[in-house]
């Protein structure tokens, strides 16, 4: 089979020992590569009830078929393991170069399990691996950690997947970075790598990528290419992602002040046009990629954070803007520099930071809990030193968030846990749950917990195509199909900027047959997704965190919005029940959540069926 | 293909780096193109980031009185004096590597498959990361053309200028 190198790499950290192992072509077609291939290895390999930060836990890195190849920005990896943050299945996927790198150099993944008894760092020359000491790398950040093994291989070309000081101190939200700027950002995954004494795994590959096709899949991928440079990809490649606060902020779905609002009134001065003219210094591309998203700001001369440099996105920004009530650009790039190199989860450590926040102002935490921080909304300087303090552990306050806002929340108790906007332990991303109904369906639903890039419901509200004020019964299906569509996506794996361009799941088969020379239809490769769907939620269900009482939304996405947009709206129970039915109906699974027996042996994956079938 | 004596007079790739944004797909297009096969580490072309922001994609620059040919002690390299393209004979080089050396740009690279050296042919002057460049970055031109360009950008910039302070009275 052409596209994937056919083997992969599996260590032992504790023996400091590796072999190679052979990809077999049943499973590679079975499950696809990325996502599906994670969800493969921590069914088949992590054991029920496995501390997430035990040696017992198993942490793998996945290509897809097109990494290495012309496809458009397929130059990505997922990493995946039972999530410290959330206690179920934890996965993430990271852009940059580092995914074609380690096709370059022969390996399909790698598997990691054990853990070492000090700090190292693998390092991947083609065929060769070595276990390097990386006490000297132990506390520095990830930025400086990737010079740094560049610096003493004597080679600018390495491509490092790697972690900051945050996952070293088991920081639950604590991510991975690549090429600085590109993250396996959700879910803690930075935090597992941590556990194992685990600093980075850098590689380096001469070996070419042979496709099935090469002509035609040049041919098929340069008129993509150039469909890149349109319409399809304009928001992404000359606005930025951060174009969304304005359109969001309009439709009163701009998460505010830990999501108490939906709009904020300082919008315009953190939008993405303003941002575009004031802070943005390049935009930048990924490996192989024509859109180039990567929108990299410069905090102003006049500002405190002057040089401060960070690649923002929507995400980020809102989650370390608007949701702290902070309107100031340059420290919000204050807050995602030390995000990226300390090493964790913007998206989570806004959240954090709002939870805390809130709680400060309705007293629940008071200036002796927050080790003397005025935890105002809107106050700049108190929020990055309580991000620097959680990064680093510091402190009473830094440990209590270092824990993740469901841990915080529990530890505080005063009903601080009613502010904590998470699901399944996973902090919330920025989309109103109140404004976008479909997209809160859709985060409930997730089997990693409140991420919007497992289904991408939350285009059926924005794009007006169903009433996002309400639920029925017609979600159900639009979230379940989203499911499938994207775990296709995270498993071939393509960016999901580039998805304007694929107009069904034909051409994802095209592209696939182009690369591995294996023919499979666009039915064939939705029916993979909804295999590696269901196995990931296989796993959770195993865990005993995967039912219906799991699949709830926070308290707060059923009290009435107070904003002058969407006045009064809420989710009603009996909507989100009735749509909750609809979605496991069309999953093929039970009331409760549970996937069935015959659902399971039809797509295969009879080891479930037996274990957790109903 | 142009007699072209004078160095400032023969084309060759031009990079914009504040329109290049590091995609690398002149490495993925030229690998194709040359080896077919997909190897960004077989591109004629190497496109470079100085981080943050700095992007450029560098080639050949056909010299004058090109270092490489000079460098070589087993005389594979030998260069068109009337198109400036250097030529590696692939039986007389053994990728001992002191035209990469020699060579001010890094322009010469090694072919790890073949264990020769390889260097742009300009894809008989159609060279086709140029075709390729997503973002129109790189241009296949004399330095003079480039020259020209900015030159002309430059007046535009005046021109509108001037042109809005005379809106404005």
Known sequence: MKGYAGKYLRVNLGQKKYSAEPLKGEVATKFIGGFGLGAYTLWNEIPKGTDPLSEKNVICWWTGPTAGTIVPASSKYIVAAKSPLTGIFGFGVCSGGFGAELKFAGWDGIVVHGKADKPVYILIDDDVVEFRDASHLWGKDAWETEDMIKRENNDESIKISVIGPSAEKLVKIACINTDKHRQVGRCGMGCVMGSKNLKAIAVRGSQNVEVADLDKLFEYCKAIHEGCQGKATEKYRVFGTPVNVMALNEMGALPTRNFQSGT???????????????????????????????????????????????????????????????????????????????????????????????????????????????????????????????????????????????????????????????????????????????????????????????????????????????????????????????????????????????????????????????????????????????????????????????????????????????KGSCIKRNEYDEALDSYYDSCGWSRDGVPTKAKLVSLGLDAAAQEVGV | ????????????????????????????????????????????????????????????????????????????????????????????????????????????????????????????????????????????ETIDATGAGLSKKAVNRIVAELQEAAKKD
Not at chain 1, 280 to 307: F, M, P, W
Not at chain 1, 375 to 382: C, R, S, W, Y
Not at chain 1, 490 to 502: A, E, H, N, T
Not at chain 2, 31 to 43: A, V
Request: hydrophobic letters at 35%.
């Open chain 1, 264 to 566: 904020f009134e300082f919008a315009e001065e953190v939008s993405g046009e303003r941002m575009l003219k004031t802070h943005v210094r390049k935009v930048q591309a990924c490996n192989a990629c024509s859109i180039g998203c990567d929108h990299v700001t410069l905090a102003r001369k006049e500002s405190k954070y002057a040089g401060t440099v960070a690649s923002m996105d929507y995400e980020s920004l809102d989650a370390l803007g608007p949701l702290c009530g902070i309107h100031d650009l340059d420290t919000i790039i204050q807050a995602v520099n030390y995000c990226d190199r300390f090493g964790v989860d913007t998206i989570s450590a806004g959240v954090i930071l709002a939870w805390a926040m809130e709680c400060y102002e309705r007293g629940i935490l008071t200036k002796n809990d927050t080790d003397g921080l005025d935890m105002k909304f809107g106050n700049g300087d108190a929020m990055i030193e309580a991000l620097r303090r959680m990064c680093m552990r510091e402190g009473k306050f830094g440990n209590l968030l270092a824990g993740g806002s469901r841990n915080a929340a529990r530890t505080v108790g005063k009903g601080a846990e009613k502010y904590a906007i998470q699901i399944k332990g996973l902090e919330y991303g920025m989309y109103d749950m109140r404004a976008l109904q479909t997209a809160t369906l859709g985060f409930a639903t997730c089997i990693t917990g409140a991420f919007y890039q497992r289904s991408g419901s939350y285009q059926y509200d924005t794009k007006g195509t169903v009433d996002r004020l309400k639920l029925d019964k017609t979600r159900g299906p639009l979230v379940s199909k989203g499911e499938q569509e994207y775990s296709i996506v995270d498993s071939l794996i393509l960016c999901k900027f580039s998805r304007g361009l694929y107009k069904k799941m034909d051409d994802s088969a095209k592209i696939y047959e182009l690369v591995t020379g294996v023919k499979m239809s666009g039915a064939e490769l939705l029916a993979a997704g909804e295999r590696i769907y269901n196995l990931a939620r296989s796993f959770n269900v195993r865990e005993g965190h995967g039912k219906r009482k799991d699949d709830y939304p926070p308290e707060r996405a059923f009290e009435p919005l107070n904003d002058a947009v969407n």
């Open chain 2, 1 to 140: 293909m142009a007699e072209q004596k004078v160095l400032g007079m023969r084309k060759v790739i031009v990079c914009d780096s504040e329109k290049c944004n590091g995609c690398q797909l002149c490495e993925y297009a030229c690998s194709i193109s040359k080896e077919k096969t997909t190897n960004p580490r077989l591109s004629r072309i190497r496109s470079v980031r100085i981080e943050p922001t700095f992007n450029m994609a560098v080639a050949c620059r056909k010299c004058e009185d090109p270092p490489c040919k000079d460098a070589c002690p087993r005389d594979a390299i030998s260069v068109d004096e009337k198109i400036g393209i250097p030529k590696i004979d692939k039986n007389k080089c053994d990728g001992c590597g002191w035209c990469v050396m020699a060579c001010d740009f890094g322009a010469i690279r090694l072919n790890v498959n073949d264990r020769t050296m390889v260097v742009c042919d300009f894809c008989d002057d159609n060279p086709k990361c140029v075709e390729f460049c997503p973002t129109k970055a790189l241009k296949y």
